[in-house]
């Protein structure tokens, strides 16, 4: 990844804690201050990708000033407050590009490839919301852009996952390797995390079959920056904890698009980082994803086995809401045993542990886990067994529930639903549900809903005469004709 020939005047010490902000949160989880930011953004037509772990880095003192689009955000959100009431340090304190070397300006993407949520100007405005914080003759600046804005410069791209990976320089060609630092510092360690955190937020938006090819290259990038070393051992801890949380979002890229063997892989390789250094929170999430792969891929007592594997990492955390969803993975796999027992009793432990509620340890990936996903994973455990009415009853909750940002899991749940009612004998319902599955089919590419969505065709193909099936049937039909070609990949 490129970086600034001239070291950054910011020190590599220890951030001071934001305890203002923390104040401010309240007794929201990080995840639901952070659904509380977007809607705010929404309300005045900003758009940032704020997450979980943004509001981690912000009250941890990482995040110093905020750019100018959360900097609006946040002083809509707290009328009558200025930056330095949030906790935040004046903009004017903040030290400019005057001690860096001027670099050419990045020559991006043209307007129609940026996606909804790519953070930065909104097409065809000339306005100054930019992700990447004040244009080139602004002689102000923020820490957290300042460190992307250097990688930004290095290169561009003409897809989705291109336009939002490759402004973070974790996409390497001949030329890029040569401009790899000789030993990773602070700023490559925070684009790392970013480029993780983009992955997220475009799948669960877009999901992943358009994400998986582009999102393997900023992987390598990454693996190459903890081959060159790194500068402290601060730095170090944070590259492999982001270089394996990056091989699980990618490996789950694999995963939701249907290539398998390619998820596996780069689970183990997450396993292996995490068990190099000792980092129980990330060897939980790898053993987590492996369970749900293994459930997938038709080997349950694997399943089972790495669920109960994480949960053997997980307990130590301190977090109630990953026991619960590591107890769900287990489920899964007793579900794909046809053993109903032991499905129970893992469900109503994961339940027992959600009621718990939020901590502070709960991790920041799984901003995704509230009561929508635990009644989505519980729908398919009663799928698995043949419960119909169970499953449907689940799935329609989790459809019903799911935040809006998470496109591709409202797809998802209602790909669900639709098969479950038409596995109940419910026809019409289940062709109501798929017909709102093919509308939200032009924003998500998930190979896992078009399988579930083809499968639901087959099972009403013999109800063609019942109310809607036939609309649906027709539809679904027409759907798969315009897929293109996508060269030996499941469609």
């Not at 304190?93 to 307007?111: I, M, W």
């Not at 957290?144 to 996952?161: C, I, K, Q």
């Not at 489920?331 to 009621?355: I, S, V």
């Not at 698995?384 to 009415?389: K, S």
Request: net charge positive; charged share 25%; with cysteine.
């Amino acid at each position: 990844m490129a970086s600034s020939t001239v070291t950054s005047s910011q020190p590599d010490r220890p951030p001071r804690p934001n305890l203002a902000f923390r104040r401010l949160r309240g007794p929201r989880s990080p995840a639901e201050f952070a659904a509380l930011v977007r809607r705010a953004a929404r309300e005045i037509g900003e758009r940032v990708s704020c997450d979980a772990r943004y509001i981690g880095r912000v009250e941890a003192g990482e995040i110093r000033c905020p750019n100018y689009a959360y900097e609006r955000v946040f002083l809509h959100m707290f009328p009558g407050r200025a930056l330095t009431d949030l906790g935040f340090v004046p903009r004017s304190s903040v030290r400019g590009r005057a001690a860096r070397t001027a670099v050419a300006p990045f020559r991006g993407p043209a307007p129609e490839e940026i996606p909804e949520e790519t953070p930065g100007e909104s097409p065809g405005t000339a306005g100054p919301y930019d992700l990447w914080g004040p244009r080139q003759n602004d002689p102000l600046n923020h820490e957290e852009s300042d460190v992307l804005r250097r990688a930004f410069m290095t290169g561009g791209g003409a897809t989705v996952a291109a336009a939002t990976l490759a402004p973070l320089g974790l996409t390497p060609s001949a030329a890029a390797a040569d401009r790899l630092p000789p030993r990773a510092g602070l700023p490559e360690a925070m684009a790392l995390e970013e480029a993780v955190r983009r992955i997220r937020l475009l799948d669960d938006r877009h999901g992943a079959d358009g994400l998986y090819r582009r999102a393997a290259a900023p992987l390598r990038a990454a693996y190459a920056l903890l081959d060159a070393g790194a500068t402290r051992q601060t730095t170090a801890d944070r590259l492999h904890a982001g270089a394996g949380e990056l091989a699980i979002s990618v490996g789950w890229l694999a995963h939701d698009s249907g290539r398998f063997d390619d998820a596996r892989s780069h689970y183990a390789e997450a396993l292996a980082t995490a068990r190099m250094t000792g980092d129980a929170g990330l060897e939980a999430h790898a053993f987590c994803n492996t369970a749900f792969l293994a459930r997938d891929a038709g080997r349950p007592r694997e399943a089972v086995r790495a669920a109960q594997a994480a949960q053997r990492a997980a307990r130590p955390l301190g977090s109630a809401r990953l026991l619960s969803l590591l107890a769900l993975r287990e489920a899964g796999g007793w579900a794909g045993l046809a053993d109903r027992t032991g499905c129970e009793r893992a469900l109503a432990r994961a339940q027992a542990l959600f009621e718990r509620g939020r901590a502070d340890a709960d991790p920041e990936w799984m901003s995704f886990y509230g009561e929508a996903e635990l009644a989505g994973l519980e729908a398919q455990c009663w799928s698995a067994l043949g419960d119909w009415r169970r499953a449907s009853r689940q799935a329609r909750r989790a459809a019903q529930a799911q935040d809006p940002h998470f496109t591709r899991n409202i797809a998802l749940y209602t790909a669900e639903l639709a098969d479950d009612l038409a596995r109940e004998g419910r026809p019409d319902e289940a062709a109501q549900a798929g017909l709102r599955v093919l509308a939200l089919l032009d924003q998500v590419q998930s190979s896992r809903i078009q399988q579930m969505l083809a499968g639901t065709a087959r099972v009403l193909l013999p109800h063609r005469r019942a109310s809607g099936v036939a609309d649906f049937l027709d539809r679904h039909a027409a759907y798969k004709g315009s897929k293109p070609d996508r060269g030996g990949g499941p469609v």
